[in-house]
């Protein structure tokens, strides 16, 4: 039996899960030499929502700090995650843009890219994996873990058996909500590793409070990756934290070596950031807690936040525990997708919408009709006429891959953007969140203004005429 290998998720999904992924990159170059140190088997440094962040909130580039991040880490393998036709927005995209996309997250450094599909819909990952084959990274295919009456070992043995078969390297199992309890990943393991042959990863969330004990049954049952954040940014709505998940392996054959001393000067530069955050008001400390909800309910964290603040707005807070019972009913009608971006936004906001409205889809937002017309993929379960008729009424169901419909688009972006144009990774920022890349390249172009002003003012003042 291996030593397990740990990746870091401290510049990504940590960050994410407790403050909104509003880590800059000038908090995380103070740390990165030592984090590349440790002897992770990758770090997770880009992709979900850190590249609109980077634009949206924080001024900067998130190529640029792709660059910057690689300059560094010179011994360490660097990790995205991709979703799938989706990339890091909230629509499918054109194979176009999605090929160009992979190709230039691994020229600017990525190694592992690890995709999935909010439906377990393979059609929707099949781009993104060839893309990330041919240009000579690591296609690691996620399964969006969830628990149903059709979503058993057999199910998730299938979906790891055709993602190897389409080419991909390694398998995560990929536990956004924190649901997947020790006995079940133990038992999923186990007949992954008889029927596959690559390395299998598991990912989760610390948010219902069972994740430390899950990550342990999976080792035990051959899992060669897990998934963990250094200790100032693990637990909660996080991962488990890395140094006492390292500790619970001692005396066992799994121990792994990471430098544990290192670790230990890296989480204290993680307190002194943690306690910035909590300053700042960017961790709310709730994040932190248990929430046993999420067992009962399934919904991952995140989604929780989501239904209060939508909840808040309407003045309506007091319907949480109805609008809590009428997610899992949505997921039934919707055919029982696994509750992450964006189907986790669509059964949410169409659970509130029921509940608020005091009637079942009299209000259906347009994501979630495109999704019932077979827009977003297939659902595990077909939705029954009774819904669908509800939702889109007699409009046909498209049942091919949804990205057939969709015309190439580069050659548009990249005219709508030649006057910002500086890199050709500028028609991808734009492609994806145009309405923040615009404002973020006229502010670029405005500070390049500025300075190449104030050089030609000191050069006047030097050489006066």
């Not at 998730?156 to 909500?177: H, L, N, R, T, W």
């Not at 819904?387 to 050659?411: H, S, T």
């Amino acid at each position: 039996m291996a030593k397990v290998k740990f990746m870091e998720t401290a510049f990504r999904d940590a960050h994410q899960s407790l403050i909104a992924t509003r880590m800059s990159t000038k908090d995380m170059l103070p740390i990165a030499e030592k984090l590349d140190q440790v002897g992770y088997h990758a770090l997770e440094v880009w992709g979900g929502a850190t590249f609109d962040s980077c634009l949206r909130f924080l001024n900067e580039d998130p190529w640029d700090r792709l660059r910057q991040l690689r300059k560094v880490f010179k011994n360490t393998k660097l990790q995205m995650l991709l979703r799938g036709q989706n990339l890091l927005g909230y629509k499918h995209y054109p194979d176009d843009v999605v090929e160009l996309f992979v190709k230039k997250a691994i020229e600017n450094g990525i190694d592992i890219v690890r995709v999935f599909d909010a439906l377990n819909d393979l059609r929707n990952i099949e781009t993104s994996i060839k893309a990330t084959k041919k240009y000579g990274g690591h296609a690691q295919g996620a399964i969006s873990y969830t628990i149903s009456p059709v979503h058993n070992t057999a199910y998730y043995v299938q979906v790891a058996k055709d993602m190897v078969e389409m080419g991909c390297d390694s398998i995560c199992i990929k536990d956004m909500s924190g649901i997947l309890l020790p006995y079940p990943a133990y038992e999923l393991v186990t007949e992954l590793k008889k029927a596959v042959s690559v390395p299998i990863e598991v990912h989760s969330h610390f948010t219902s409070g069972v994740a430390n004990q899950t990550y342990l049954k999976a080792i035990e049952a051959g899992a060669d990756i897990i998934d963990t954040a250094i200790s100032p940014l693990g637990n909660g709505t996080s991962q488990p934290a890395t140094e006492p998940m390292i500790a619970s392996l001692e005396g066992s054959e799994y121990y792994p070596d990471l430098d544990f001393d290192l670790l230990v000067e890296i989480a204290d530069y993680f307190k002194g950031l943690k306690d910035k955050y909590i300053k700042e008001g960017l961790l709310d400390p709730k994040v932190m807690n248990v929430d046993i909800n999420t067992l009962k309910y399934q919904v991952p964290g995140g989604m929780l936040s989501n239904l209060v603040s939508q909840l808040k707005a309407q003045g309506k807070e007091d319907m949480y525990e109805e609008v809590l019972k009428e997610v899992p009913r949505v997921r039934e009608d919707f055919g029982y997708p696994p509750l992450v971006t964006p189907m986790s936004q669509m059964v949410g906001t169409q659970a509130v919408f029921n509940v608020i409205l005091n009637e079942r889809y009299k209000m259906v937002p347009t994501e979630a009709k495109n999704y019932v017309k077979g827009l977003y993929g297939k659902p595990t379960v077909p939705i029954s006429d009774e819904i669908r008729k509800k939702i889109i009424g007699e409009e046909e169901v498209f049942q091919g891959r949804p990205a057939d419909l969709l015309e190439p688009q580069l050659e548009n972006y990249r005219n709508e953007i030649k006057e910002y144009l500086e890199q050709e990774e500028d028609v991808l920022s734009y492609a994806l969140f145009p309405q923040v890349a615009i404002p973020f390249f006229k502010q670029r172009l405005a500070e390049k203004y500025r300075i190449e002003t104030e050089l030609l003012n000191q050069e006047d003042q030097t050489h006066p005429v």
